[in-house]
């Protein structure tokens, strides 16, 4: 009888608790979305529209690279064995226009710039001056396309480093108007500070889940922007190799 009592005393405690924490303060202020934005002073409303705007562009960026990164895949898996037949062969033309119509893989992009200056010196192509000419196109071409693919990278690192701190200040101006809440009202209960602290929490919440993702696909991109730089530097190398093969061939 004595633990049922208790039993009972305690589970009307926990009801009363729960009442007090989860029912709305006076004032009419809701923990709603909608109502959130509402009580929201013009700074921290101001604060969640900058890191919605910082959202949305660095989704747009995740999407863009996620997109040629993917296509710069497709089309290399397709254009590798069909430029090392036609090299095979010593179709430098044919290779050409493999690599043209590949347009967006980061391989055909490299191969078409050796190919296209060692075609551009004719017969003494495969003498040492143009050896040298087609090895500086390659390393052109490798710098240049490295760049394409680190594009709105630089975007995706400013945004994961920064938004927490533009949720920050919502969270210092969210405590300020807290302060002030209690300051107007006289009073230290949690009507007086329900409006400052949501700010503070809601600003903190939008900047941390704006920074993670992008910090997360950040650094993934990056991976793979290594990965392609290795493959890059790898077919420039093997493409080096074949006209040096192509030369002592001839002799």
């Known amino acids: 009888m004595v633990l049922a009592n208790i039993a009972t005393l305690v589970l009307c405690n926990l009801h009363q608790a729960a009442v007090l924490l989860f029912q709305e303060p006076e004032g009419g202020i809701g923990w709603d979305p909608i109502s959130l934005w509402k009580q929201m002073g013009f700074l921290a409303k101001i604060v969640v529209v900058v890191l919605f705007l910082m959202s949305g562009w660095s989704i747009g960026i995740m999407i863009d690279r996620a997109l040629a990164f993917s296509a710069a895949r497709s089309q290399s898996r397709a254009f590798a064995p069909a430029v090392a037949g036609a090299l095979k062969d010593g179709k430098i033309e044919e290779a050409i226009k493999?690599?043209?119509?590949?347009?967006?893989?980061?391989?055909?992009?490299?191969?078409?710039?050796?190919?296209?200056?060692?075609?551009?010196?004719?017969?003494?192509?495969?003498?040492?001056?143009?050896?040298?000419?087609?090895?500086?196109?390659?390393?052109?071409?490798?710098?240049?396309?490295?760049?394409?693919?680190?594009?709105?990278?630089?975007?995706?690192a400013t945004i994961g480093s920064t938004a927490p701190f533009v949720g920050l200040f919502g969270t210092v101006v969210g405590i300020l108007n807290a302060f002030k809440g209690i300051s107007g009202a006289k009073a230290t209960g949690l009507a007086a500070v329900a409006g400052g602290i949501s700010e503070a929490l809601v600003t903190t919440a939008i900047g941390l889940f704006v920074a993670i993702p992008a910090v997360w696909m950040f650094n993934y991109f990056t991976g793979r922007v290594e990965a392609f730089d290795v493959e890059m530097d790898n077919s420039s190398s093997e493409l080096i190799d074949y006209f040096l093969k192509r030369r002592n061939t001839r002799r």
């Open 98 to 156: 493999v690599a043209d119509r590949n347009k967006k893989s980061h391989l055909a992009k490299v191969v078409a710039a050796g190919l296209q200056e060692f075609k551009a010196h004719g017969e003494s192509a495969e003498q040492g001056e143009g050896l040298e000419a087609s090895r500086r196109a390659l390393e052109r071409s490798v710098a240049i396309v490295h760049a394409e693919l680190k594009r709105g990278l630089g975007g995706l």
